[in-house]
């Protein structure tokens, strides 16, 4: 059948409405062989890696999942918890609560589900579940606050082509971004605030955010743009001045020119500026992963202290916060406004028992 269905479906079932929120992904388990294949299904998404395509199909194949499994997998394995993935166990979290505050809410009209852009469990397969279960409007919440194509554009991408072959298509909404949205501001700056009154303030405060090549910026890309205003408003609700803080873009791969300054080569200069204590926030980051437990919390702390820094702290990740949720929560209250959750089946059941369908 070139079309799916759903076998179970009843026609005088009710109608539900299901929110997927999405992240980027983590292989199943810190070893070469899960590394390889997760790394294969992201480095080949041409949303990730805007080289040609034949180009890019050998330097992938030929070289890179030759040497960067192992490697990765190292790094993965010094973040590896007895649940698994942090990432994911975050994300599972997450769409717990949100389900929690969703039912109070709505009572069981609203379901919820995770998924990853790359690996398990897939939007595909969350989509599926849901409309299983009877979902008929469905809202994606991408948990990317600044929107940048390799990451909200791709799962948009797996979206539409989850919905490639489906028989029955449900009403679809899909969160973009929230990078200025105020409550998600007030969050960070909260989460911030919190670390001052244990640990003090230090001489900097730096916002370092995943980056991106610099040419995506030139051809259109708002991320670089969303990034520094998600800094600026937090710096705002925090009260500081433009010299307390800084915005730079850490995990570049490959040669080219990425979006600058760069979160490592800023920290290894800091102590020569006379900075000698540094506090690290994410916020484009909505969960805890590997780039910020490892490659903020471990590897950029040694090039501070090394290059003469005396104090370094990593401010954790926004996570199952219940002020993350309550943001959470709040943006899919916002935009499942007008789907009613009293859907009429009765005349739908009905039309469809005197056609001999299952009612």
């Not at 080949?44 to 960067?68: A, F, Q």
């Not at 300054?261 to 920290?267: F, G, H, K, R």
């Not at 199952?320 to 943006?331: E, K």
Request: glycine share 6%; aromatic share 10%; charged share 25%.
């Amino acid at each position: 059948m070139k079309y799916r269905g759903s076998p179970n479906f009843s026609h005088g079932q009710e109608d539900k409405i299901g929110v997927i929120v999405t992240n980027l992904g983590t292989p199943d388990a810190p070893n070469k062989v899960a590394l390889k294949r997760y790394l294969k299904e992201f480095l080949s998404d041409p949303r990730v890696v805007e080289v040609p395509r034949l180009l890019w199909w050998m330097i992938l194949n030929l070289v890179i999942l030759n040497i960067r499994p192992k490697r990765s997998a190292k790094a993965y394995s010094t973040v590896w918890t007895e649940q698994g993935s942090p990432l994911l166990v975050h994300t599972q979290n997450q769409a717990v609560a949100l389900a929690d505050v969703m039912r109070q809410q709505f009572g069981d009209s609203v379901i919820v589900e995770h998924a990853m852009r790359y690996g398990s469990p897939s939007i595909d397969s969350s989509v599926e579940k849901l409309l299983q279960a009877g979902v008929r409007k469905l809202l994606v919440l991408p948990l990317y606050p600044q929107y940048c194509a390799s990451t909200s554009g791709s799962t948009f991408d797996a979206l539409s082509h989850s919905m490639e072959n489906r028989r029955w298509l449900p009403d679809i909404r899909f969160i973009s971004h929230y990078h200025d949205n105020v409550d998600y501001i007030q969050a960070v700056a909260d989460k911030i605030r919190a670390h001052w009154q244990t640990h003090a303030k230090a001489d900097k405060l730096l916002f370092s955010y995943h980056g991106i090549p610099k040419r995506y910026l030139l051809n259109g890309d708002p991320y670089h743009c969303e990034c520094h205003k998600t800094s600026r408003l937090i710096a705002e609700n925090l009260g500081l001045n433009k010299n307390e803080h800084m915005t730079t873009f850490q995990s570049r791969f490959g040669r080219e020119e990425w979006l600058k300054p760069y979160t490592d080569e800023t920290l290894k200069g800091f102590p020569l500026q006379g900075v000698k204590s540094v506090q690290v926030v994410c916020p484009g980051f909505s969960a805890d992963c590997l780039e910020t437990i490892e490659e903020i919390g471990e590897e950029n702390r040694e090039y501070f202290m090394h290059a003469g820094g005396e104090r370094y702290e990593y401010i954790e990740a926004l996570n199952s916060d219940p002020q993350h949720i309550a943001l959470l929560a709040s943006l899919v209250s916002q935009n499942i406004q007008g789907w009613s959750v009293d859907a009429d089946v009765t005349l739908r059941a009905n039309l469809a028992k005197s056609l001999g369908a299952k009612d």
